[in-house]
């Protein structure tokens, strides 16, 4: 391909609204273009790389035995109301209506279509197990549509679905997949980590995410060098502290505090550590007011509460509720005295003589303790694990790592075939519903988080497996003959190789055309200049390294193709 011809309009500016790298680089070196918030143009450039991901995780799909069909992305609201999600889903889901007033969702997922399908078409145990997969556009009317490609309301997703005939079907399928997954992010030469997912209110069901490591990632990640654990914080088990804070436990106080509403305000004021003072959040869970209770430093993990209360929706309370329940605002609220359901985290157990708020304004208690001065509903791990924490596993001490969500599998169970009736018949004759898995991978994710982990000042360093093209070569003069003849022999060995070549020609000084090969992230950049060919040589420069190597023109052939095929 000739770079004169090739469109990739780059941009010298960084454009104000992109925030990550990947949108920045994606964006300036001309691989994607903004049609609206959430909603991309996939230039030829990104529209390489992504059939590229996307082969890989063909391939892939197809050994573990899946099989490639194509669905609607129009769907009948009949089948969501059918599953009950046509409620639950709520304001993510793009609606639409046709000229008949019927109603029609936009493909956010695809289960209720493929129950459906699989329902109508599969009726014996014979015709099990079945993996079914595609490749598509998915639609999300997302809160924060963000980071360009990283969480977009229109994006490309791969989508497969197990159905199998019972549990240790179902384990094979997952096995099946989990070891596909590895291959795909391994082919794809990303640095990743799988971890243990929370797999939602089902409980119980296994569920594993792909995270690609970069520090612009959303999710955070607790792993232990020691063993393998590995999860996300949404997920990650804190397990109970062993030993009872020190010191003797004393009589609890009230003490005045006008003005102290924060952990920090108290922090100054008492003189005390945030771990020597526990917080009070009011949740509103499906219309009754609870309160939560943890260490001053810690965070709830709303995931683990709304799991262990087992409820459809939990929001913060609001304050005019509050203040009518416990008597007090925000900034003095407490379990002592207090007549709502308590649920305190593992650590407040072993706490001793915190401080924690009066439920009386301008008032907090010290010296509390949990059991003596009050009495929780339940005692459960509610808090975000933090770097230092016990492993779970094997107690060494936790590490933290950021990523980039790019996979998830997930064990369903019968969770749709229940609800939709989908049955088959076993060898007896018995009907059963079928046993589901479903996992998906974001391949327009996949592409910006490739660029989040490998680029650097001067742009994006494309792994070598889904680069747009493999080699840049680049005459120094494109008005010198020798120098345009050279470049195009040299261009169309490689080709033959099977290689994927760029030429550039374009009329442009070679200081342009450098910035211009490093900013789209060409692996091999091969430089034709006056002084290297009068000694029949070129140069061959690899993106990820600063130093040049001189090549004769008859050896370029084999050390190009040993950078990028090793
Ligand atoms: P997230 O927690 O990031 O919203 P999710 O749990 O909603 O992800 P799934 O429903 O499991 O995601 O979708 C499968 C994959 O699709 C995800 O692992 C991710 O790679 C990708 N994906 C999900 N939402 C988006 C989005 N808005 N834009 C781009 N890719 C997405
Ligand atoms: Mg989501």
Known sequence: MRSSELFYPTLREVPSEAEIISHQLLLRAGFIRKASGGVYTYLPLAYRVIKKIENIVREE?????????????????????????WEVYGDEMFRLQDRHKRYFALGPTHEEIITTLVDGDVHSYRDLPLLLYQIQNKYRDEIRPRFGLMRGREFIMKDLYSFDIDDEGLD??????????????????????????DSGAIGGNESHEFMVLADSGEAEIVYCDNCDYAANVEKAVCIAEKAETKGDLLPMEKIHTPGQRTIQDLTDFLKIGKDEQIKTLMYDADGELIAAILRGDRELNEIKLKNVLGCNELVMADEENVRRSSGAGFGSLGPVGMDVKIYADLEVAAMKNFA???????????????????????????RNAVAGDPCPLCQAELKMLRGIEVGHIFKLGTKYSDVMGATFRDQNGQSLPFVMGCYGIGISRTMAAAVEQNSDENGIIWPIPIAPYHVIVVPVNSNNEEQIQAANSIYKILEQE?????????DERAGVKFKDADLIGIPVRITIG????QENKVEVKKRWEKEVE???IDKVRERVLDIIWG
Request: hydrophobic fraction near 40%; glycine fraction near 8%.
């Open 530 to 533: 006056p002084k290297a060919l």
């Open 356 to 382: 924690c708020g009066a439920n009386e304004d301008d008032y907090h208690f010290k010296n509390v303790k949990l059991g003596r001065d009050f009495v929780p509903e339940a005692i459960l791990d509610i």
């Open 172 to 197: 094979v399928s997952y096995q099946k997949m989990y070891h596909a997954y590895n291959q795909i992010f391994t082919r794809l030469g990303l640095k990743y980590r799988v971890v243990e997912a």
């Open 61 to 85: 799909m197809d050994r573990a035995g899946g099989q490639e069909v194509l669905m609607p992305i129009m769907q009948p609201a009949e089948l969501w109301q059918k599953s009950g999600r």
């Open 498 to 506: 099977g290689l994927e070549v760029l030429i550039d020609d374009r």
């Open 550 to 552: 001189l090549v004769e």
